[in-house]
């Protein structure tokens, strides 16, 4: 089984973004049981909240189904748990980094990363622009995608 944790500063906007998108397209490939997909926050400010409501819009808007989230950060142990710990800009990978301690085993990346346009994903909370942050997420869930099947 495949363990992804999707992370970003709230894990109300980006991360259970990208938890949703991801969980989509595994299960529209018929690898649901092949992967556990979760999210988590760097920082403590948004945690026990739901998905902010400009996230569940674009959600339904793009027909990507979605269920109850509570927010929660990030923590030592996710290391061990997860196989892939994915930020959605570098100030995320820094923060994931400061909690975590080093990244031995290479399990740290920007979800852009796997594009052919590496690049940092705007926080939509900041931005208000959840149309553009949904793009990014989408592309950069498919090339993970792509190269998490490719390394199997």
Known sequence: MTKVLF????????SPMAEMV????VNKKGLSNEFFIDSAATSTEAVGEDIY???INILKEKQVPFTNHISRQI???DYNKFDYIIGMEQRNINNILRIIGEDKQNKVFRLLDFSENPRDIADPWYTGDFETTYNDIEEGCR????YILKEK
């Open 22 to 25: 991801f969980k989509d397209m």
């Open 53 to 55: 409501y400009g996230t």
């Open 7 to 14: 992370v970003c500063l709230g894990n109300i906007c980006r």
């Open 75 to 77: 923590t030592k142990q």
């Open 143 to 146: 090339k993970f995608l792509e």
